[in-house]
C-alpha cells in the first residue's frame, strides 16, 4: 500500500518568513495530493490539493508543488502570519486498487509561527 | 459550502455504556466516512460509506457500528468501548469514493472528542 512520509516533525518560523513542508510518496499510482491544516481542537480543513497532471498551484500565500519522477511535493507557505501556526497533514490518494477514496496521511508537521 | 456538522462535540462514556455520534453533510455527497484521531497523529481511516453502502471497514473491531440512514447522515454507534478508544472521531464526505475514478476533495468535520472510562 500506500506510505507517505513528512518532514519536518516541527518548524518554527518568524513571522513574514516563509515556511516549506515536504512529503513524499511511494505508490507511482497515486495522483491526488491534497495539504490539510488542523487547527487545536478542530477537524482538518483542506487548504489546497494538487493533482498529478500539474506540476504547481498558487492560492494567494500558499502554493503546492509535485515532483512525479521524485515522487515528492511540497508545501510552500509565503509571508506566514501567527496564525498560520497549526498542525499540518499532507496527503496521498488513488494509488493502485485504493482509489475509493482513501487517503494516506503524512504524520503531520507542527509550524509555528512567532509574532 | 463545504460544511459537515458533527455532534455531540464531546462525549464521556462508561465501558459499558452505549453511544451513537451523528454526522450530516448537505453538499449533496455521495460518500462518507469515518476517520478515529489519536493525539499528535494523522487521521486513520475506519469505514467508508459510498452510496449509502458500506464499502470498506478497514479491521474496525465490531463494537464500533457505522449506519448510513441517508445520503445526507452518517452514525457511529458505540457499544463497550475500551479506554484505548478515546480519540478524536472525524467525520469526513467526498463527492464520490469510487475505485478507478479520480479521488475527489474529502471535507471533514470538527469531530466528537471522545473520553471512555
Known amino acids: 500500500g500506500e506510505n507517505v512520509e513528512q518532514h519536518p516533525s516541527t518548524l518554527s518560523v518568524q513571522e513574514g518568513d516563509s515556511a516549506v513542508i515536504k512529503c513524499t510518496y511511494s505508490d507511482s499510482a497515486s495522483n491526488y495530493f491534497p495539504w490539510y491544516k488542523q487547527e487545536l481542537g478542530k477537524g482538518p480543513q483542506l487548504i489546497i490539493d494538487?493533482?498529478?497532471?500539474?506540476g504547481e498551484k498558487k492560492d494567494q500565500r500558499i502554493a503546492v508543488t509535485l515532483n512525479k519522477t521524485a515522487k515528492h511535493f511540497s508545501l510552500h507557505i509565503t509571508e506566514t502570519q501567527p496564525e498560520d501556526s497549526a498542525v499540518y497533514f499532507c496527503?496521498?490518494?488513488?494509488?493502485?486498487?485504493?482509489?475509493?477514496?482513501?487517503?494516506?496521511f503524512g504524520q503531520g508537521t507542527i509550524l509555528t509561527v512567532h509574532p | 459550502d463545504t460544511e459537515v456538522t458533527q455532534t455531540p462535540k464531546h462525549l464521556v462514556m462508561g465501558m459499558t455504556n452505549k453511544k451513537s455520534l451523528k454526522c450530516e453533510q448537505h453538499m449533496g455527497h455521495r460518500a462518507m466516512y469515518w476517520y478515529k484521531q489519536k493525539a499528535k497523529k494523522p487521521p486513520e481511516l475506519m469505514f467508508v460509506y459510498s452510496y449509502e453502502k458500506l464499502s470498506i471497514n478497514e479491521s474496525v473491531p465490531s463494537r464500533f457500528s457505522p449506519e448510513c440512514p441517508n445520503s445526507s447522515l452518517l452514525n457511529l454507534h458505540l457499544h463497550a468501548l475500551q479506554p484505548e478508544d478515546s480519540a478524536l472521531y472525524l467525520c469526513?464526505?467526498?463527492?464520490?469514493?469510487?475505485?478507478?475514478?479520480?479521488?475527489?476533495?474529502?471535507?471533514f468535520g470538527p469531530g466528537t472528542r471522545l473520553t471512555v472510562t
Open positions: 494538487i493533482r498529478s497532471n500539474v
Open positions: 469526513a464526505s467526498s463527492q464520490h469514493a469510487e475505485t478507478g475514478i479520480s479521488p475527489r476533495e474529502q471535507y
Open positions: 496527503a496521498a490518494s488513488g494509488g493502485g486498487g485504493t482509489s475509493y477514496g482513501k487517503l494516506t
